[in-house]
């Protein structure tokens, strides 16, 4: 017999979370005159990144924030990025300093994370808040795990116990998801594309995470009747009509009829991570300002 899986929007709860947010930053305005701020760094010309910088920088205002974009030519000097990002790091206004990557290939990806202040570090991407987050500190935790997370807790309210495998190792999306499902005391597998017979280990799996970037590599006799699926992988593929589609990591139309819940591509994990952005922004300026959580 077969069933439907819940599909998990994760626009609908998106727009929510943005609703709170906006209600939160309005309190901070009428109690404390604070206006958390958001500065995006795009250098370059990557039209996918332009997209999301344009998407930030309006759900930022949409949500009573101060928001900035600095959008930089390609042949921008590492040194001068740098440098905008410590004018960044000291600007009061500022409460967090996202730089989009990609940066172009004379840029290093590993210097400009280093030189962003870990206290605006909104990403979650720097050593500091990694190994705070590994350490069961407060952290700023990165934006797409922590969408997943909390798509996990609304699905499936207490998350211990379960047992949750990551499909993807990457420090911005499947070690700091190991951590928070960690954190939530579950039982955590790791899994990759060296794992040896993969789809046994998912199998295992309560609760999927697929974070590998591969279309639709996640396949029905992958998932144990009745997992829950979070598709984080965003893919174009072409249609026969010459144009693309958008697909995820998970064979969605079979893996549906397994799951109990999955999130859809687009319109699952993808509006997530925006808001998670306002959120943790939101989380900077309060702690930057001592403001109590």
């Not at 920088?57 to 930089?72: K, P, Y």
């Not at 970037?213 to 996640?218: A, E, I, N, T």
């Given at each position: 017999?077969?069933?439907?899986?819940?599909?998990?929007?994760?626009?609908a709860?998106?727009?929510?979370?943005?609703?709170?947010?906006?209600?939160?930053?309005?309190?901070?305005?009428?109690?404390?005159?604070?206006?958390?701020?958001?500065?995006?760094?795009?250098?370059?010309?990557?039209?996918?990144?332009q997209?999301?910088?344009?998407?930030?920088?309006e759900?930022?205002?949409?949500?009573?924030?101060?928001?900035?974009?600095h959008?930089?030519?390609?042949?921008?000097?590492?040194?001068e990025?740098?440098?905008?990002?410590?004018?960044?790091?000291?600007?009061?206004?500022?409460?967090?300093?996202?730089?989009?990557?990609?940066?172009?290939?004379?840029?290093?990806?590993?210097?400009?994370?280093?030189?962003?202040?870990?206290?605006?570090?909104?990403?979650?991407?720097?050593?500091?808040?990694?190994?705070?987050l590994?350490?069961?500190?407060?952290?700023?935790?990165?934006?797409?795990?922590t969408?997943?997370?909390?798509?996990?807790?609304d699905?499936?309210?207490?998350?211990?116990?379960?047992?949750?495998?990551?499909?993807?190792?990457?420090?911005?999306?499947?070690?700091?998801?190991?951590?928070?499902?960690?954190?939530a005391?579950?039982?955590?597998?790791?899994?990759?594309?060296?794992t040896?017979?993969?789809?046994a280990?998912v199998?295992?799996?309560?609760?999927v995470?697929?974070?590998?970037?591969?279309?639709?590599?996640?396949?029905?006799?992958?998932?144990?009747p009745?997992?829950?699926?979070?598709d984080?992988?965003?893919?174009?593929?072409?249609?026969?009509?010459?144009?693309?589609?958008?697909?995820?990591?998970?064979a969605?139309?079979?893996?549906?009829?397994?799951?109990?819940a999955?999130?859809p591509?687009?319109?699952?994990?993808?509006?997530?991570?925006?808001?998670?952005?306002?959120?943790?922004?939101?989380?900077?300026a309060?702690?930057?300002n001592?403001?109590?959580?």
């Amino acid at each position: 017999m077969t069933h439907a899986a819940a599909i998990i929007d994760g626009k609908a709860f998106a727009a929510r979370l943005r609703q709170t947010i906006a209600a939160e930053v309005a309190a901070l305005k009428a109690e404390h005159g604070l206006t958390p701020g958001l500065a995006v760094v795009l250098v370059g010309e990557d039209p996918a990144s332009q997209v999301y910088v344009r998407s930030k920088g309006e759900q930022t205002l949409e949500a009573g924030m101060h928001s900035e974009t600095h959008r930089l030519p390609a042949q921008t000097s590492q040194a001068e990025l740098l440098a905008l990002v410590e004018r960044l790091n000291s600007d009061p206004a500022v409460h967090g300093v996202l730089v989009q990557f990609p940066v172009p290939d004379h840029i290093s990806q590993a210097a400009v994370v280093a030189a962003i202040s870990p206290d605006k570090d909104v990403d979650g991407l720097t050593v500091a808040n990694a190994g705070r987050l590994a350490s069961g500190l407060p952290a700023l935790t990165p934006c797409t795990p922590t969408g997943c997370m909390m798509l996990l807790r609304d699905q499936l309210g207490d998350l211990s116990g379960k047992r949750a495998v990551v499909i993807g190792r990457s420090n911005l999306m499947g070690k700091p998801m190991a951590q928070l499902l960690l954190a939530a005391d579950c039982t955590v597998t790791i899994a990759h594309s060296r794992t040896k017979d993969l789809p046994a280990v998912v199998r295992e799996a309560d609760i999927v995470v697929a974070a590998v970037g591969r279309p639709q590599m996640v396949k029905a006799d992958w998932v144990k009747p009745g997992a829950v699926v979070i598709d984080v992988g965003i893919n174009r593929i072409p249609k026969d009509d010459g144009k693309t589609r958008l697909v995820g990591d998970v064979a969605f139309d079979e893996v549906k009829a397994v799951a109990s819940a999955i999130t859809p591509v687009p319109g699952g994990v993808g509006p997530m991570t925006i808001a998670c952005l306002l959120a943790n922004t939101v989380l900077a300026a309060k702690r930057l300002n001592g403001i109590g959580e």
